[in-house]
């Protein structure tokens, strides 16, 4: 198979980009509140998932993904809560994919759009097009076409992972991606978050950062820039515009006042640590885990302040005392 290698030139303003986002990683490496505050982290994740999904007209707010992914009952159309249902599954995915592996994007692919897309999980079977209106602005590569392309961004990513810095790796593979446009439906939910895959196996602190917020707002900027570089040929400008996005993710990130760790955070991170999502212990299983012996303990200083904040799930909520209720990472 022929080899392929990107078109793109490595500016200035690149370089400048890459060393300012890399010095403001590493202070938010040594920044306690995105590593230790779980609240926090959460939220980080909420956003994410509703400003990927808004760009694609997913009309849910904020505040209702939230509840969505609380298992609260939501207003609003049936492929839009399941839409959030199944980011929210693939975001949680993300510290066990391989961003390498195209299996693993089409896996991936099919947990982001289950339900919701047909062809859920393959590659697109006919040929696509990007349209404003009825007027068609840009077309996909045939389809044909698509298995080769693909195969040829990924040989290229794994071959120089370890010679192109992960900033700039990260968005080429985005803007390549967003020009192939393997699947059917999803593209752009899929690739933002393999752009977040790829820059966690960087740096693990990007699993937290919301940086579709910041494509969210600058939506219009975003699709300005694929579109310039469809036109010019290359990925430059809109490598320019993500590191961008990444730099101002992380100005926020690091603007947050720093809040001390106090004991009730420690207890919820140990109660977190020993819990999985979708895999219910009862209160005597997680007491064995976190050598606890009073209920009483485990319930007011562990159970309740994580319940509070949404960060664990009954499997019987109505009946809270029950002596069969089990609990879960949400």
Not at 3 to 21: G, M, N, S
Not at 177 to 203: A, C, E, M, T
Request: glycine share 4%; with cysteine.
């Amino acid at each position: 198979m022929q080899k392929y290698t990107p078109p793109f030139e490595i500016t200035q303003l690149i370089l400048k980009r890459v060393a300012d986002i890399s010095e403001k990683v590493t202070k938010l490496d040594n920044f306690s509140n995105l590593n230790k505050m779980p609240y926090l982290r959460k939220q980080n994740k909420i956003n994410s998932i509703h400003s990927s999904l808004a760009i694609e007209n997913n009309k849910l707010t904020e505040d209702q993904v939230r509840d969505v992914i609380d298992g609260k009952m939501v207003l609003g159309s049936k492929k839009d809560i399941q839409e959030v249902k199944n980011a929210y599954n693939a975001y949680e995915m993300l510290s066990n994919i391989n961003p390498y592996s195209i299996k693993d994007l089409k896996r991936m692919h099919g947990v982001m759009t289950y339900l919701t897309v047909e062809e859920s999980g393959e590659f697109r079977k006919g040929n696509e097009g990007v349209f404003d209106g009825k007027k068609c602005i840009f077309m996909c590569p045939p389809v044909e076409n698509v298995n080769n392309l693909m195969n040829q961004l990924f040989d290229w990513i794994k071959e120089n992972k370890n010679k192109i810095h992960p900033l700039i790796l990260s968005c080429v593979f985005h803007y390549e991606f967003v020009f192939i446009h393997p699947f059917s439906d999803g593209n752009g939910r899929i690739v933002r978050l393999w752009q977040n895959i790829l820059l966690y196996n960087w740096k693990k602190i990007f699993e937290y950062l919301p940086i579709e917020s910041y494509i969210h707002k600058y939506q219009n900027g975003y699709y300005k820039a694929i579109a310039n570089c469809n036109n010019k040929g290359d990925s430059t400008e809109f490598i320019e515009f993500m590191l961008k996005m990444i730099d101002e993710t992380l100005d926020e990130a690091l603007s947050i006042p720093s809040i001390p760790i106090n004991q009730e955070t420690i207890n919820i991170n140990k109660l977190l640590d020993c819990l999985e999502r979708n895999v219910p212990l009862s209160a005597n299983e997680i007491m064995v885990k976190l050598n606890i012996k009073s209920k009483n303990t485990l319930r007011n200083k562990y159970l309740h302040p994580a319940i509070k904040q949404g960060l664990i799930k009954l499997t019987i909520p109505d009946k809270p005392n029950s002596s069969k209720q089990m609990y879960y990472k949400n």
